[in-house]
């Protein structure tokens, strides 16, 4: 499976962006999905993860609130709304898809490559 992330770009704090990850295959509906973020200097650390059948979601402590994980597996598609931006919410943002839902990394089989989230005035 190959995920395609997309939409990010430099926003303002306390603005709104969407991310996409596509998948190349329809048996994308069988895998949890995750998204996960990275910042410069940091570890890349768990974001959110959402179940196959997108009944259950799971978020970070520092995002929930904030941001929306939810799935589309008509088009093989998971999303993820982020508002209230902050500046620390600055990263590339990675998705991923495993066999379940988990907050850590090394449980997804495959990942996309990242899109950059710039939260700056």
């Known amino acids: 499976v190959q995920l395609q992330a997309s939409g990010g770009g430099l926003v303002q704090p306390g603005g709104s962006l969407r991310l996409s990850c596509a998948a190349s295959e329809r048996t994308f509906s069988s895998y949890a999905a995750g998204w996960f973020r990275q910042a410069p200097g940091k570890e890349r650390e768990f974001v959110a993860a959402i179940s196959q059948s997108g009944g259950s979601t799971n978020y970070a402590d520092s995002v929930k609130g904030r941001f929306t994980i939810s799935r589309d597996n008509a088009k093989n598609t998971v999303y993820l709304q982020m508002n209230s931006l902050k500046p620390e919410d600055t990263a590339v943002y990675y998705c991923?898809?495993?066999?379940?839902?988990?907050?850590?990394?090394?449980?997804?089989?495959?990942w996309g490559r990242g899109t950059q989230v710039t939260v700056s005035s």
């Open positions: 991923a898809a495993g066999p379940y839902t988990s907050r850590t990394e090394n449980i997804y089989y495959y």
